[in-house]
T-cell receptor
Framework: KAGVTQTPRYLIKTRGQQVTLSCSPI?????VSWYQQTPGQGLQFLFE???????NKGNFPGRFSGRQFSNSRSEMNVSTLELGDSALYLC?????????????FGPGTRLTVT | QQQVKQSPQSLIVQKGGISIINCAYE??????FPWYQQFPGKGPALLIA?????SEKKEGRFTISFNKSAKQFSLHIMDSQPGDSATYFC???????????FGTGTRLTIIP
């Protein structure tokens, strides 16, 4: 089975712009979660989607949003980019949100805001 | 509030030695504790995980020890190899919630 894929892998944006990142989960996985990884804050949970519905949300401002499509693919959007949004954005998918808890991560999208 | 505390921040171990990384949690609602391994430029990879109803789980050279009363768990890497050099994260999650709460990470270096 193919793993979690994320596109693009690298992105450079200017402050004030917006950006959309994409994630394709492992085939059959219906839950998709997003995390932000920075040297200072570590790995922080952004949000989780299951069956096109956001079920959990972390402590991030409303500039961070996401959605999930009927094929379980997910996108996250960051509007009005700030320098502090520079980070590795990771997507993780899991098979059974009520049981296994095993989450598998993609390679991430490295976002640099200048 | 940091709910999962991880130590040490960095660790250097000789090849063939035992690497030990410790984590402590606060929220007793957590019921699943995975460890992830991350290489530079890669996403975290699930290494091994444990539920609180067992005290130890072993997979190859990797062992998790779990102490429910102390709310602590640890990763032991036996016969550590240079290829084990990576950053290791402990995490915790509770039933019905997909949010992984991560520790701060341990950068492990195995020297020849």
């Amino acid at each position: 089975k193919a793993g979690v894929t994320q596109t693009p892998r690298y992105l450079i944006k200017t402050r004030g712009q917006q950006v959309t990142l994409s994630c394709s989960p492992i085939s059959g996985h219906r839950s998709v979660s997003w995390y932000q990884q920075t040297p200072g804050q570590g790995l922080q949970f952004l949000f989780e989607y299951f069956s096109e519905t956001q079920r959990n949300k972390g402590n991030f401002p409303g500039r961070f949003s996401g959605r999930q499509f009927s094929n379980s693919r997910s996108e996250m959007n960051v509007s009005t980019l700030e320098l502090g949004d520079s980070a590795l954005y990771l997507c993780a998918s899991s098979l059974d949100p009520t049981g296994s808890y095993e989450q598998y991560f993609g390679p991430g999208t490295r976002l640099t805001v200048t | 509030q940091q709910q999962v505390k991880q130590s040490p921040q960095s660790l250097i171990v000789q090849k063939g030695g035992i690497s030990i990384i410790n984590c402590a949690y606060e929220n007793t609602a957590f019921d699943y504790f995975p460890w992830y391994q991350q290489f530079p430029g890669k996403g975290p990879a699930l290494l091994i995980a444990i539920r609180p109803d067992v005290s130890e789980k072993k997979e190859g050279r990797f062992t998790i020890s779990f102490n429910k009363s102390a709310k602590q768990f640890s990763l032991h890497i036996m016969d550590s190899q240079p290829g084990d050099s990576a950053t290791y994260f402990c995490a915790a999650v509770r039933r019905g919630n997909e949010k992984l709460t991560f520790g701060t990470g341990t950068r492990l270096t195995i020297i020849p």
